[in-house]
């Protein structure tokens, strides 16, 4: 049964980091997209980042390109979330999605299956 848990969300000024954990279990790893996805009150749900586990390969939403870093470490089957120069705008539940691929095309929501319990973002001004 896939899980995924994500942890190191929290409270932050703005201009601070937080990083964000998302612990993979249950399925193989290597050769998956994982993404981090975000979704504030009263909006939709929307893609922050991702990666291809065999590759490495990224992509980001234009509102957190040069801010955000997605990395992994395979022997821990885990992505990471380095969010730096945090904005207000950036505060909501983060969440942490997984599906099988054979690359990452896309920060579309619809595109992954699998998802964790969401952890939250709060930056203040």
């Known amino acids: 049964q896939v899980q995924l848990v994500e942890s190191g969300g929290g409270s932050v000024q703005a201009g601070g980091s937080l990083r964000l954990s998302c612990a993979a279990f249950g399925y193989i790893y290597s050769g998956t997209c994982m993404g981090w996805f975000r979704q504030a009150p009263g909006k939709e749900r929307e893609g922050v980042a991702g990666?291809?586990?065999?590759?490495?390969?990224?992509l980001y939403a234009d509102s957190v390109k040069g801010r955000f870093t997605i990395s992994e470490d395979n022997a821990k089957n885990t992505v990471y979330l380095h969010m730096n120069s945090l904005k207000p705008e950036d505060s909501a539940m983060y969440y942490c999605?997984?599906?099988?691929?054979?690359?990452?095309?896309?920060?579309?929501?619809?595109?992954?299956?699998?998802w964790g319990q969401g952890t939250q973002v709060t930056v203040s001004s």
């Open positions: 999605a997984a599906d099988f691929c054979l690359g990452l095309r896309s920060l579309s929501p619809s595109g992954f299956s699998y």
């Open positions: 990666i291809y586990t065999d590759g490495g390969s990224t």
